[in-house]
Nanobody, 126 residues
Framework: QVQLIESGGGLVQAGGSLRLSCAASGRAFSNTVMAWFRHVPGKEREFVAGIRSIDVPYYTDSVKGRFKISINNAKNSVHLQMNSLKPEDTAVYYC????????????????????WGQGTQVTVSS
């Protein structure tokens, strides 16, 4: 049974930083795709960033240059460093995982992922 546990959310002022972490248990990282999505009530879930075990990271345009996703295969974890946060970054952030191949154009499709965390709230005040 795979479980994804997120941590690191909270309240921060605009311009501040937060670091989200996602720890996976129940299955070792191997040919794994990890991603972060976010959701605001009333809006569709949005892809934020994704990374494969041995590959370059991918970001949605609105976070490029501000967010950085990293993966630690030895610790079965993925992190999202969020800098220069803006009020529009406010959302519940979810970690997602898929074991197996996933083509780059499909990294941002939530239905491709097998496992999801419970979500962590990020609130950025203006």
């Amino acid at each position: 049974q795979v479980q994804l546990i997120e941590s690191g959310g909270g309240l921060v002022q605009a311009g501040g930083s937060l670091r989200l972490s996602c720890a996976a248990s129940g299955r070792a990282f191997s040919n794994t795709v990890m991603a972060w999505f976010r959701h605001v009530p009333g809006k569709e879930r949005e892809f934020v960033a994704g990374i494969r075990s041995i590959d370059v990271p991918y970001y949605t345009d609105s976070v490029k240059g501000r967010f950085k996703i990293s993966i630690n295969n030895a610790k079965n974890s993925v992190h999202l460093q969020m800098n220069s946060l803006k009020p529009e970054d406010t959302a519940v952030y979810y970690c997602a995982a898929k074991w197996g191949l996933l083509e780059t154009p499909r990294l941002g499709i939530g239905e491709e992922y097998e496992y999801w965390g419970q979500g962590t709230q990020v609130t950025v005040s203006s």
